[in-house]
């Protein structure tokens, strides 16, 4: 078979069960180099939430890994030099692959490794930025960033699109043809199916004990509580709203918790749930009606909990500066307002409140159904 090393920072949840896939279907042989070498125990510091946590689902069984040691003085994936490895490359070499997958090139040994394989074996990228957040109009910083990124891809054989804004910003940077291939961003649909109807039966359990009427509409956000979230606009647009048979869930927790908290006054109708980790939020999800992400970026290059709230059965509401904005469609379940618009989101949410707007369960699930693992993997195998 055909060999693919896969070079990307630490063990997520959108990403593992890709990699056990691959090596469940055994076109291509596959191992993963893990560049943030402090993150294999399990624990994972997030600089948004202060806290180190550790995801409560299996990350690393049922395929090949190596976690390189990270000499960063500052590790961590949130800047250039929070990955910093002396033996990457040389590890990569020494695995002898036919094709290099690269998540990212925003740390310093992702950058080395981009360069130093391009032009020895096919380099493949997998990154989901957007134009979304871009500033409008001239400025010498945005032309200098529109070069450096030409070059950067300039170094790559395929790029990996997740989505059409993600598309746009690989054609923006001189990323075309064959060298464009689409792989959708994925979940693991199946973990949120509900196939004998017991996590709906235990969600309405759940609303009983929070006091939610039966006939009640319930709006979901799920998240971290953080400025590009933009779950303060939410907030202040569900109390303008003013219908008693509606609530607002809000799991997560993050910088802003207590800001929120104030913004919503003690009002019954708006419930924090706090933190929920990845075993709950099949769950989670069902506790509402309809999942909303009013996010404003910069940096929600594509919103994953929007595939977890369609996996789920739920209608997404979703600003359109949600990097999955321009995929999500009207006819699957989704529906879109333009960032900070409070009288678009009112309306949109007015409407399910008074039940105009009714979806079915298994349509939805099914329309999200393309946005699979076995997409991605079908396509990264046929390139290698």
Known sequence: MKKLAIITSHPVQYNAPLFRLLTERRKIELKVFYTWGQTKNGNVYDPDFKTTFTWDIPLLDGYEKEFLENISINPGAGHFKGIVNQNLIERVQYYQPDAVMIYGWSFESHLKAIRFFSGKTKVLFRGDSTLLDEPSGFSMKKIARRIFLKWVYRNISVALYTGESNKQYFLQH???????RYAPHAIDN?????DDGSLELKAAKWRNELDIPADTTVFLFAGKLESK?????????????????????????????E????????????????????????????LGNVFVLPSQGPGETWGLSVN?????GRPVIISDRCGCAADIGHETGG?????????????IMMKFAKKEIVYKEKMIQKSIMNYSFKNIAEAIESIV
């Open 174 to 180: 001189g990323v075309t043809g064959s060298k464009l």
């Open 190 to 194: 199946s973990r949120f199916a509900d």
């Open 229 to 257: 979230k933009n779950v303060q606009f939410l907030i202040e647009c569900f109390i303008e709203m003013k219908q008693d048979n509606t609530r607002l869930i809000i799991t997560g927790t993050g910088v802003m918790e």
């Open 308 to 312: 977890e709230a369609m996996a789920s």
């Open 335 to 347: 529906h879109v307002f333009k960032n900070n618009n409070k009288a678009e989101l009112i309306n």
């Open 259 to 286: 800001e929120l908290k104030q913004l919503a006054c003690g009002d019954k109708h708006i419930i924090f749930t706090g933190f929920c980790n990845q075993l709950m939020m099949p769950l989670v999800y069902r």
